[in-house]
């Protein structure tokens, strides 16, 4: 909790803060690769880095977590955490980083907003820092606990024991332990973080969705991002990645996971969002579930709808299930009403549901508001968006 007197000043200073987070972000950046080119070469994603993505998810975090104390300061804003937690823990981020993210995040608030950082001030948001750091990382240790791993990295070596092409952008990789240790467990939803060397020397590690449950092998789904810049570790695995070859890949860890129940369950995704759905989807199938299940996907054709047919015959072998797909580019004979952007309208939701929702931003901040509008309580909906969440914090609930 915050302490009364900086509550106050926290309230009076937020504006001021608020209006230059992206300046203060920048320039902690800046100085945080400076003082440590390693983390930008091994930890931390170059391509987020360069488009801002990163700086401005970090900006909306701890505006996020400023406004939590003020507002409710009874409340521990467990979404925000527990998101940023999981990541952290799957990067193997510990205690003493902490501090010298603090070092430097400091320096870039003293000289962006000058004389306005007065002694009072710098230690209101040093409290706030150290309430949000000290909540994470006990979140992360509970993580790492669970995983049977010490705080820190949890990347081994996994030999490459499959590799299958699901369409011209998605690849999915089976991987086991390189030293014949058991698979780690999971729960459907979950992602791990995987490490490749490239030819420069950098160490970059992204985070990619467990797309299927197989007996003896870790598998996820890579999708190869094509832009400005192109995905350099997405471009490395699809071009260069081979059954026989080693990656460093992590424990699996992810907030957004299927919970047990016996409620209406729906499952809704746009592109290579369908991959963690599709295990959730599985792990219904596999317990032989009666619940009510409804599939939404939307894509831009058939021919890029990765898991297509798997889609079906999961559906397929449910008692009480259905799926419902839209493409942008549909081909042949495709019903008009299932063309173009995904629309739920039309689509029954039945009062209980719990929504598991991945996908691009504009997809979820859509699907989000139907599902709202429909009377799915906000706690119930659950969202997983791949790469920096540019929607952390806002429009949530403290409790989630």
């Known amino acids: 909790m915050l302490s009364e007197k900086s509550t106050a000043t926290i309230r009076a200073t937020l504006p001021a803060v608020g209006g230059a987070i992206d300046e203060i972000t920048g320039l902690f950046y800046d100085k945080l690769f400076a003082a440590h080119p390693e983390l930008l070469r091994d930890l931390f994603n170059r391509g987020n880095q360069a488009a ?49 993210v603090h070092t430097h995040l400091f320096a870039a608030i003293a000289e962006t907003l000058g004389d306005a950082v007065t002694d009072e001030v710098a230690a209101a948001w040093d409290e706030v820092y150290w309430l949000m750091a000290h909540a994470l990382i006990a979140i992360e240790n509970g993580l790492y606990a669970e995983a049977g791993t010490e705080p820190g990295p949890s990347l081994r070596d996994h030999l490459v024991v499959g590799r299958r092409t699901e369409t011209d952008e998605v690849v999915t990789f089976l991987v086991r332990p390189a030293d014949g240790s058991p698979l780690p467990p999971f729960r459907p ?17 992204r985070q990619y969705s467990l797309s299927g449950a197989p007996a003896d092998a870790l598998q996820f789904s890579v999708r ?56 959730m989807l599985g792990a219904l199938a596999g317990q032989r579930s009666k619940r009510r299940v409804t599939v939404v996907h939307a894509d831009r054709s058939r021919r890029d709808h990765a ?73 119930d909906i659950h969202y997983e968006v791949f790469g920096p969440d540019l929607w952390l914090g806002r429009d949530e609930s403290p409790a989630g």
């Open 52 to 100: 801002g993505e990163q700086q401005r998810a970090l900006a909306g975090s701890i505006a996020a977590f400023a406004v939590a104390l003020i507002d409710h300061p009874d409340i521990r804003p467990d979404t925000l955490l527990g998101r940023i937690a999981h990541k952290h823990a799957s990067l193997g981020v510990t205690r003493d980083q902490y501090a010298i």
């Open 189 to 205: 939803g979950q992602y791990v973080s995987v490490q490749v060397e490239l030819p420069d020397g950098a160490h970059q590690i």
């Open 224 to 279: 190869r991002v094509t832009g400005t810049p192109d995905g350099e570790v997405s471009g490395h695995l699809h071009d260069r990645v081979r059954p026989g070859d080693v990656l460093r890949v992590s424990a699996p860890f992810g907030d957004v996971a299927l919970a047990d129940g016996d409620g209406p369950v729906l499952l809704a995704s746009a592109g290579i969002g369908c991959a963690p759905l599709i295990t």
């Open 307 to 379: 898991f297509h047919a798997e889609l079906g015959r999961l559906v397929a072998e449910l008692p009480d299930a259905e799926a419902h797909v839209w493409y942008e580019h549909p081909e042949g004979d495709w019903p008009a009403g299932r063309t173009g952007l995904a629309d739920l309208s039309g689509v029954r939701v039945d009062p209980g549901t719990t929504a598991y929702l991945c996908g691009p931003l504009p997809f979820l901040r859509a699907t989000r508001t139907r599902l709202l509008e429909l009377g799915v309580p906000a706690a």
